[in-house]
């Protein structure tokens, strides 16, 4: 198994910058990649930006050019950097670990963004 705490959301005015920190434990080994994902009242969770073993980088057009993933291997900890947050980002944002069999997931992080 593998546990994952996030950090680093909160409220920011539109135009800020914050970063969310996944801290990972457990089966780390076995993890072929992580991701960040978001989910905003009424939607569904949608793919954020993953990062993969090899260090292969995925984003999703809305956050392109402005979200860097990146990963601490040392500390077994996966970063969201996020710049010009617009209100559209608002959502709470979870942390995944994609094992070959499995998929585990952090408990979410709020992230507001106001206008």
């Known amino acids: 198994q593998v546990q994952l705490v996030e950090s680093g959301g909160g409220l920011v005015q539109a135009g800020g910058s914050l970063r969310l920190s996944c801290a990972a434990s457990g089966s780390i080994l076995s993890v072929n990649a992580m991701g960040w994902y978001r989910q905003a009242p009424g939607k569904q969770r949608e793919l954020v930006a993953s990062?993969?073993?090899?260090?292969?980088?995925n984003y999703a057009d809305f956050v392109k050019g402005r979200f860097t993933i990146s990963r601490d291997n040392a500390k077994n900890t996966v970063y969201l950097q996020m710049n010009n947050l617009k209100p559209e980002d608002t959502a709470v944002y979870y942390c995944?670990?994609?094992?070959?069999?499995?998929?585990?997931w952090g408990q979410g992080t709020q992230v507001t963004v106001s206008s």
């Open positions: 990062i993969n073993n090899g260090g292969y980088t």
């Open positions: 995944a670990a994609h094992l070959r069999l499995n998929d585990y």
